[in-house]
């Protein structure tokens, strides 16, 4: 039998964590428990049986000593078989990277996500897969495309489309050279080759037209 997800949630706000406890309970095919912790204490006291295998943790707590990239951290320096997904609608790229890469965190889910994007992340995650729903990844993409100017951004985008060096130049009415140098620097700002700055301005496209259609009222969406 597949094993179902236990589940403890981590957030001091406890109006929404109870009700999203008592919504995902009736969720009887996924989930075996769903248990709520409102501060660090209180988590890492729960935690002491093990039983459970996964956390939706919020980062921000109204007590000023700790956030929940500490709780993150402590979790994974003591149970590391937990999976952990961060439950925010604040999340930077340095922070991003700090639970992702160096903490080891599984998955970022925005609060203002819908209950069923929600519910995929964590199915997912507890799949074993990373999940970083399409809202985080579209204001992580925009916290490292405001470095660029606004030069950077046009030849970026011409780049996404399949234009080469000589074809975004005719474009911008400068040389090929310009061009390629112009690429050269977006790829220092960001940490990038070329290749990857295509597929990262794509998804980035993509997240921004998701974003969009999620926020429509359902009479403005376009039909299939």
Avoid: W
């Avoid at 709520?36 to 956390?55: D, P, R, S, V, W």
């Avoid at 690429?183 to 980035?204: A, E, H, P, R």
Wanted: proline share 1%; with cysteine.
């Amino acid at each position: 039998m597949k094993e179902k997800i236990r589940l403890l949630i981590v957030d001091d706000g406890l109006a929404l964590i109870e009700s999203l406890r008592y919504i995902l309970e009736m969720q009887t095919d996924t989930f075996e428990r769903v248990s709520i912790a409102n501060n660090k204490k209180n988590a890492l006291h729960q935690l002491l049986g093990k039983k459970y295998n996964l956390i939706l943790l919020d980062l921000s707590f109204n007590d000023s000593t700790y956030d929940g990239s500490d709780i993150a951290r402590i979790v994974k320096e003591k149970y590391p078989d937990i999976k952990i997904c961060i439950f925010t609608n604040n999340v930077k790229l340095f922070i991003f990277n700090e639970l992702i890469d160096n903490i080891g965190v599984e998955g970022i889910i925005d609060k203002e996500s819908s209950l069923d994007i929600t519910i995929e992340g964590l199915k997912a995650i507890h799949n074993g897969k990373k999940y970083i729903d399409a809202s985080v990844k579209n204001t992580l993409n925009k916290s490292q495309l405001s470095e660029l100017s606004k030069t950077e951004l046009t030849v970026l985008h011409f780049l996404s489309e399949g234009l080469s060096f000589k074809e975004i130049g005719k474009k911008r009415d400068t040389s090929e050279n310009t061009i390629r140098n112009q690429v050269t620097s977006i790829g220092l700002k960001l940490d990038m080759n070329t290749k990857q700055l295509i597929s990262f301005y794509n998804l980035y496209k993509v997240s921004a037209r998701e974003n969009f259609n999620e926020t429509m009222a359902p009479f403005q969406k376009k039909k299939p």
